[in-house]
């Protein structure tokens, strides 16, 4: 008896399967397909944030870099427009 209880459904399953499985197909196809198609919709929602965000990251970037530019030749004529033997004065 034992075997036939754990066995049972197992076989009801089986036995039934050819008229269930092809309700579950029609019923699933369109959920997949929905799914699917959010997913690829997402990914382009998520590439084009990702461009944008390079774009970004870029245009920051080289900003930073012109500032550090600019400051470094600040400091070159600073130093050139140094009378020599005149520097920092220091407290005795």
Do not use: C, Y
Request: no cysteine.
């Amino acid at each position: 008896m034992g075997l036939w209880k754990s066995l049972g459904p197992s076989l009801l399953v089986a036995i039934s399967a050819p008229m269930w499985v092809p309700a579950i197909h029609r019923a699933g196809r369109p959920f997949v397909r929905g799914a699917i198609k959010g997913g690829v919709l997402l990914a382009g929602s998520v590439k084009e944030g990702v461009i944008r965000l390079r774009e970004t990251a870029a245009d920051v970037s080289a900003e930073i870099q012109a500032e550090i530019e600019a400051e470094n030749d600040a400091d070159a004529e600073a130093e050139q427009g140094a009378e020599p033997g005149r520097g920092r004065k220091t407290r005795q």
